[in-house]
Structures are given as C-alpha cells and as structure tokens.
C-alpha cells in the first residue's frame, strides 16, 4: 500500500488539473447544426481587449463586453441544399450566414481534421478545394499548433490566384470572465490567424490578414466568445482595419433585462450555480412573489418569496429570477452549471 500511495496521488493530481480537449465528435459543426450568436459592443475596451494574454491559469476579463441587439445565426447543411457547391469538390458540409455560405471538408482518415474549402456569395468568391486551409486537428488541447498552407483562386471585380497560410494555435488554457458576475474555469482559447496574398497574372492585388480568437467551455459546442480582426490591404490604397466580437446566445443574453433598481435591492449566489440558488432582497423592497424565467422569457417557476431556490434540475444555461414587490419589479440573470 505504501508503494501504491504516490502513483494514486499523481493520477489524482492529473484528473484535477485536467484540460479542456476539443474533441471533432463535440465541437465540430454537423449538418442540422444552427449557431446563434449576439453582436458584442467592445467600446468600454478604452485601451484594448485581454487578447495578449496566454499561457496556463489566464485569466480573460471581458466583465465590459455589452450585448447588442443584433444577432448573427448560422445554419449548418449540406452540400445538396446549396446551388454552387459543386464548385467546391470534397466539401461535405456548408455554413450557411445570410447571403454567405463557407464550405467545409470533415475527414477522419488519415487524420482526423476540418478543413476550410472557401467561401461564396453574389459578389465575392475563393475557392480553396485543391489546395485546403487545415483549420483544425482533433485532439486539441493546450499547446497544439497547426501550420498549413493553402492555396486558389478567387474572384469579386476581378480574379486571381491566392496563396496563404493558417497558423492554428491552442495558446491559452484559464478562467474567462464575463458580464453579469459568470465566471467559465478551464476555457481553452484557440487563435488562428490567416494571411493571404492575392494576384493577377503576375501583378499583385492585395493582401488579407486576419485574426481571430475563440474562448471554448465544456458546456459549449460552439465557442463561448470569438473576438476577430480583419486587416485587408489593397494595391495602393491604404489598409483598412476592422474588429468585432460576438457571443454565444447562452452566455450574451437580449430581452429580459436587468435595471438599476436590482443593483441596490437584489443579489443572487452563487452565479453560476449547480444547485441551490440563493437570492437575497432587501428588506426595504419588501418582496411579494419570487419567478424563474428562461432566456426566452418562458416561465417554470413562480412562489411567494423564499431565499432559496433548488435549481438542481434545470438544465445548463442563462436564466432570470424575478421579484416582485412593493417598490416595482427586479430582474437578475444567472448561469445554471
């Protein structure tokens, strides 16, 4: 027993520190698959976001991040329900944004990847089928890193060749801190950043380059929060710059809002909780009658007020407690884990 002791604690020490793997069978899209994701307001970023930091035990504070209105979702499909994707030979699955459709190859043998084949809409079309950009190799966890050049042709006012490369790096394994008091343990933060030259003939037309950054949770198939930068510089014209983030519909949540009557009235812990929901009121507001709703504004609970609430079977995801009292109506969001 005394030789077993030592070999028990690093198994154990191995489990408690374990990482976050993504893993193709969990966190690569499918067909069926929708995505919907909030436009983020990033202004309150005077001085830039976190994005510089990296490495084990980060620590992302993204607590100003204000969610928008607008909202981007993505169907995924198949090929057979897209007009153009026999232009896109391989490709097995679309992603389908508006207007815009991205064409993607899963493989499993001889590895198991994702690969980008290009894009196309009205106006602007690359086509990446004979020479893919790997954007992702399965298992990945923190330290993986992927090079890969990849190749084309694209056209929009006019047409060329294209030539890149993709640099895919999991450079960040901590805690990610959002609005609204949630805090994610164990994110894996994926960067990539894509540089592309294009031509015509052997006159040069322009460069694009961008980067983006996506926070992934164990609760999440999709990531939690993707923050991207676009640098494109044409042949002799100065290069435009452009930066957005969005987040995932579980975490970044519009309708039912929290106001500043809350801040002083109500508080709720933990945030986020697995079981037991506690929700303090002052006194001065002389609560009525205690609500849960869903994200989508559903009621599934409703009492007269009590300090503790068993939320043990509701299920993962942004919910709101709702007092109602002799001084008006308060809203607080919090994260079932």
Same mark, same amino acid.
């Given at each position: 027993?005394?030789?077993?002791? &030592?070999?028990?604690?690093?198994?154990?020490?191995?489990?408690?520190?374990?990482?976050?793997?993504?893993?193709?069978?969990?966190?690569?899209?499918? !067909?069926?698959?929708?995505?919907?994701?909030?436009?983020?307001?990033?202004?309150?970023?005077?001085?830039?976001? &976190?994005?510089?930091?990296?490495?084990?035990?980060?620590?992302?504070?993204?607590? +100003?991040?204000?969610?928008?209105?607008?909202?981007?979702?993505?169907?995924?499909?198949?090929?057979?329900?897209?007009?153009?994707?026999?232009?896109? &030979?391989?490709?097995?699955?679309?992603?389908?944004?508006?207007?815009?459709?991205?064409?993607?190859?899963?493989?499993?043998?001889p590895t198991t990847q994702t690969e980008f084949l290009g894009i196309g809409s009205?106006?602007?079309?690359?086509?990446?089928?004979?020479?893919?950009? !790997?954007?992702?190799?399965? &298992?990945?966890?923190?330290?993986?890193? !992927?090079?890969?050049n990849f190749s084309g042709s694209f056209s929009f006012s006019v047409s060329g060749n294209?030539?890149?490369?993709?640099?895919?790096?999991?450079?960040?394994?901590?805690?990610?801190?959002?609005?609204?008091?949630?805090?994610?343990?164990?994110?894996?933060?994926?960067?990539?950043?894509?540089?592309?030259?294009?031509?015509?003939?052997?006159?040069?037309?322009?460069?694009?380059?961008?980067?983006?950054?996506?926070?992934? #949770? +164990?609760?999440?198939?999709?990531?939690?929060?993707?923050?991207?930068?676009?640098?494109?510089?044409?042949?002799?014209?100065?290069?435009?710059?452009?930066?957005?983030?969005?987040?995932?519909?579980?975490?970044?949540?519009?309708?039912?809002?929290?106001?500043?009557?809350?801040?002083?009235?109500?508080?709720?812990?933990?945030?986020?909780?697995?079981?037991?929901?506690?929700?303090?009121?002052?006194?001065?507001?002389?609560?009525?009658?205690?609500?849960?709703?869903?994200?989508?504004?559903?009621?599934?609970?409703?009492?007269?007020?009590?300090?503790?609430?068993?939320?043990?079977?509701?299920?993962?995801?942004?919910?709101?407690?709702? !007092?109602?009292?002799?001084?008006?109506?308060? #809203?607080?969001?919090?994260?079932?884990?």
């Amino acid at each position: 027993m005394r030789k077993l002791l &030592p070999a028990l604690l690093f198994l154990f020490a191995i489990k408690a520190n374990a990482q976050l793997v993504l893993t193709q069978a969990a966190n690569e899209p499918i !067909i069926g698959d929708t995505s919907r994701v909030h436009v983020l307001d990033t202004t309150n970023f005077s001085s830039g976001m &976190p994005i510089g930091v990296t490495g084990t035990n980060a620590v992302w504070n993204f607590t +100003s991040m204000i969610t928008t209105t607008a909202v981007i979702t993505s169907a995924y499909v198949s090929t057979t329900a897209v007009s153009g994707a026999s232009a896109y &030979p391989g490709s097995n699955y679309v992603q389908k944004q508006g207007a815009l459709n991205t064409y993607f190859k899963s493989t499993t043998t001889p590895t198991t990847q994702t690969e980008f084949l290009g894009i196309g809409s009205s106006s602007l079309n690359m086509n990446f089928s004979s020479n893919s950009a !790997i954007g992702a190799v399965y &298992p990945m966890t923190f330290g993986n890193n !992927i090079s890969d050049n990849f190749s084309g042709s694209f056209s929009f006012s006019v047409s060329g060749n294209v030539n890149g490369n993709v640099v895919t790096t999991a450079d960040g394994t901590g805690t990610l801190n959002l609005m609204d008091n949630i805090s994610l343990t164990n994110v894996l933060r994926v960067k990539s950043v894509q540089n592309m030259t294009m031509t015509t003939g052997p006159f040069p037309v322009g460069t694009i380059k961008q980067t983006t950054y996506n926070y992934y #949770h +164990s609760t999440e198939k999709f990531p939690v929060l993707t923050i991207n930068y676009t640098s494109i510089a044409l042949t002799g014209q100065s290069p435009t710059v452009t930066a957005g983030a969005t987040g995932n519909k579980n975490y970044f949540v519009v309708g039912m809002k929290e106001n500043s009557l809350a801040d002083a009235q109500l508080s709720v812990y933990p945030n986020p909780v697995k079981d037991i929901l506690t929700v303090n009121v002052s006194e001065a507001f002389k609560p009525g009658k205690i609500s849960v709703y869903t994200q989508l504004g559903q009621l599934i609970y409703s009492t007269s007020y009590e300090r503790n609430i068993n939320v043990n079977n509701l299920s993962k995801g942004i919910y709101f407690v709702e !007092i109602s009292g002799e001084k008006g109506v308060v #809203h607080k969001k919090f994260l079932k884990d």
